[in-house]
């Protein structure tokens, strides 16, 4: 049975159309992500962004989607897009330039926490990251405040979570002002606060083995 596709704002304008059916549902939310990124390059900027509601309640990347649900696209609220989160999806840069762009800061700097693809000599097959989100995401949110507080930038910094595979991106940090330095000073602050206070975790996997990082083999 088709499902039905919703779009509103920015992602119906990506898309070019306030609505569309499927005539098969994809087996989950994340599925149907990537068929909407390949049916709609434009979308693909902005989709990331957004969230996605399955008969009126939003819905996590890992939910099911059944036959005839009705399914809304869902752009950040006017209030802004989210500046500190943890997140189980690929990030994308653009997510948090957006958060912090404005008129008057014209240095943004940007920092990308990518996974290595080696690490005290082995070859890393992918990374485990582990948080307690809602403490994360506070501790996220209180760094985000004492560096804007000190340097007088915008900040915003999204960490994934789950199984990363070398080359993807863990982490990343936009610092907006209207200079650059004070922009550069302030990433970097952000990143070392980020490493020593918020209860992010990650498992190093290797072919023979892991490791949780810090705590030794």
Do not use: N
Not at 11 to 22: H, I, K, P, Q
Not at 146 to 152: D, K, L, S
């Amino acid at each position: 049975m088709p499902i039905q596709i919703l779009y509103f704002a920015g992602a119906r304008e990506a898309a070019g159309a306030s609505r569309e059916t499927l005539e098969r549902a994809p087996a989950s939310v994340a599925e149907l992500r990537r068929a909407l990124e390949a049916a709609h390059p434009a979308l693909a900027r902005i989709l990331p962004r957004c969230r996605i509601a399955v008969d009126q309640e939003f819905a996590p990347d890992d939910a099911p989607l059944r036959d005839g649900a009705e399914v809304a696209i869902v752009p950040p609220v006017s209030g802004g897009a989210p500046r500190f989160l943890v997140v189980d999806r690929p990030l994308t840069l653009a997510e948090v330039v957006d958060a912090v762009s404005g008129p008057g800061r014209g240095g943004v700097v940007t920092f990308t926490g990518a996974v290595r693809g080696e690490s005290h000599g082995k070859r890393v097959v992918r990374l485990e990251y582990e948080a307690y989100a809602p403490m994360a995401e506070r501790k996220l949110a209180e760094i985000g405040a004492e560096v804007a507080r000190a340097h007088g930038v915008e900040v915003a910094i999204v960490h994934r979570v789950g199984a990363l595979a070398p080359g993807e991106a863990a982490v990343v940090i936009a610092c907006a002002a209207a200079h650059r330095t004070p922009a550069f000073r302030a990433c970097e602050a952000c990143i070392e606060r980020l490493k020593q206070d918020v209860p992010i975790w990650k498992r190093e996997v290797y072919d023979d083995g892991s490791v949780w990082v810090g705590l030794g083999p």
